[in-house]
């Protein structure tokens, strides 16, 4: 089956990508990054139902764990969007479920700048990986 990435999904990848290059360096970045892509298109997508599902979030919603990540994401028929790939200490709820609610973002709790640059640094971040987009 074939992954796409959510505008949420994205942004969480960029922001993983840039702490990581923060605290550890650019190899270990792009190893984080590329162990959860890998992850996803080795045993997700030819394994859709592998996930845990997830029914307090929805009814077609998933879970996979790449520690110390776990990916959500949504099973369609010819694909699968991962909505959001959290921490797995984080709280997911408020997340996700903002997210299923009619597209809502964290605006209101981080600001406006803050989506601004996560969103710029997804963008880069599709363009250096060719990431497929959901929209």
């Known amino acids: 089956m074939r992954i796409a990435y959510s ?3 994205r942004a969480d990848l960029a922001r993983m990508r840039l702490d ?3 605290r550890a360096g650019l190899r270990i970045a792009d190893e984080m990054v590329g162990r959860i892509t890998g992850t996803l298109q080795r045993v997700v ?3 859709p139902r592998v996930g845990r599902a997830r029914p307090e979030l929805g ?3 998933r879970s996979f764990p790449v520690v110390p990540y776990v990916v959500f994401y949504r099973l369609l028929r010819s694909r699968i969007i991962v909505i959001r ?3 797995g ?3 997911i709820h408020s997340p996700i479920v903002s997210l299923l609610a009619g597209g809502a ?3 209101g709790a981080r600001g406006a700048k803050a989506i601004q640059r996560d ?3 997804a963008h880069a971040e599709l363009r250096r990986q060719q990431l497929p987009q959901v929209f």
């Open 7 to 9: 505008p949420a999904a």
């Open 20 to 22: 990581y290059e923060a």
């Open 45 to 47: 997508a030819t394994h």
């Open 59 to 61: 009814d077609d919603i």
């Open 85 to 87: 790939i959290l921490h």
């Open 89 to 91: 200490r984080r709280d």
């Open 105 to 107: 973002s964290l605006a």
């Open 119 to 121: 969103r710029v640094a």
